[in-house]
């Protein structure tokens, strides 16, 4: 916790208390498809008939996002007709906020690598999308 209160301190952030954000993601189960091997319609049919509440667009792949609940089961139901690269349970953001001053951006960018580069930090989750400016 030190070195995580240290890197927030750092950076013009603070550490909250356990749960303090939570509220502003929900666990979620995602399932990543590489974009060149499949349509996107073909992959939205399919995505919903097996149990997934949406289907967006990530760089270079596909997330099918479910029900945590439901991540096995959609994987299955499309493991069939789509090369899965990935699939797991994440913190998605509910809602984001972007961020288009570089400066804001180069903070939170340099705050999130020296969260990663922690040992004992496995995930950071962020609600915010940043802009290129």
């Known amino acids: 916790a030190a ?7 750092r950076n013009g952030g603070a550490l909250g208390e356990t749960g303090s954000v939570s509220w502003m993601f929900e666990k979620v189960g995602t399932i990543r498809i590489n974009k060149e091997a499949v349509s996107e319609d073909e992959l939205m049919e399919k995505a919903l008939n097996a149990g997934a509440d949406d289907v967006k667009i990530e760089n270079e792949y596909f997330l099918v996002i479910c029900p945590m609940s439901l991540l096995y089961i959609v994987r299955e ?31 939170i960018i340099k705050l999130y690598e020296m969260l990663d580069d922690l040992d004992e930090v496995h995930e950071v989750y962020m609600n915010c999308e940043l802009k290129e400016v």
């Open 77 to 107: 139901k499309l493991v069939n007709d789509f090369k899965i690269e990935d699939a797991q349970v994440i913190w998605m953001p509910k809602n984001t906020v972007e961020i288009e001053n570089k400066e804001s951006s180069d903070e």
């Open 3 to 9: 070195e995580m209160r240290f890197a927030f301190s």
